[in-house]
């Protein structure tokens, strides 16, 4: 699937994403009578996140391995607007809200190409020592590219 990392690209409300990602509603994501079961969109979310940061350059092994951390969820809200249905065409946009020492908090949204939104969160991911699994500054490298590339960071 095709990633849309432009700043042009629109989230399902108009505004600005740092990127989107494209997902298909697939059978085995779906309950009984054929919505998408609530959780499978944390999962939604959690690919996006993955290719927002290998569009980056970075992905979760190398952090672990070359900085000694990990990305992880430490805190997830969502609101369920509309159900999404099998085969459904859906996209999954990140909007960085900013950024802080050792997380980063997210707005997520997920719409159909009809732009018609059917969930939407925030996310916030927290780098944490490989080890210790303790909180930890953002690795220096992943901090200077989400300067480069987005919007000015806070502390």
Same mark, same amino acid.
């Given at each position: 699937?095709?990633?849309?990392?432009?700043?042009?690209?629109?989230? /399902?409300?108009?505004?600005? *994403?740092?990127?989107?990602? $494209?997902?298909?509603?697939?059978?085995?994501?779906t309950?009984?009578?054929?919505? =998408?079961?609530?959780?499978?969109?944390?999962?939604?979310?959690?690919?996006?996140?993955?290719?927002?940061?290998?569009?980056?350059?970075?992905?979760?092994?190398?952090?672990?391995?070359?900085?000694?951390?990990?990305?992880?969820?430490?805190? /997830?809200?969502?609101?369920?607007?509309? $159900?999404?249905?099998?085969?459904?065409?859906?996209?999954? /946009?990140? /909007?960085? *809200?900013?950024?802080?020492?050792?997380?980063?908090?997210? #707005?997520? #949204?997920?719409?159909? *190409?009809?732009?018609?939104? =059917?969930?939407?969160g925030?996310?916030?991911?927290a780098?944490?020592?490989?080890?210790?699994l303790? $909180?930890? *500054?953002?690795?220096?490298?992943?901090?200077?590219?989400?300067?480069?590339?987005?919007? $000015?960071?806070?502390a």
């Open positions: 699937m095709k990633s849309t990392t432009s700043t042009l690209a629109r989230d /399902a409300d108009g505004h600005d *994403a740092d990127f989107i990602w $494209p997902v298909r509603v697939y059978y085995e994501d309950d009984s009578a054929g919505i =998408v079961y609530y959780a499978n969109y944390l999962k939604y979310m959690e690919r996006a996140r993955t290719e927002w940061l290998r569009s980056l350059g970075f992905d979760h092994e190398r952090l672990r391995r070359e900085d000694d951390a990990l990305l992880v969820v430490s805190r /997830a809200c969502l609101d369920f607007h509309r $159900p999404a249905r099998l085969d459904d065409e859906l996209s999954v /946009a990140i /909007a960085i *809200a900013r950024t802080r020492r050792a997380s980063i908090p997210l #707005s997520q #949204s997920i719409f159909r *190409a009809s732009r018609e939104l =059917v969930c939407s925030e996310v916030r991911i780098c944490v020592d490989a080890h210790t303790r $909180p930890r *500054a953002l690795p220096s490298t992943i901090r200077s590219e989400l300067e480069r590339v987005h919007r $000015p960071l806070t």
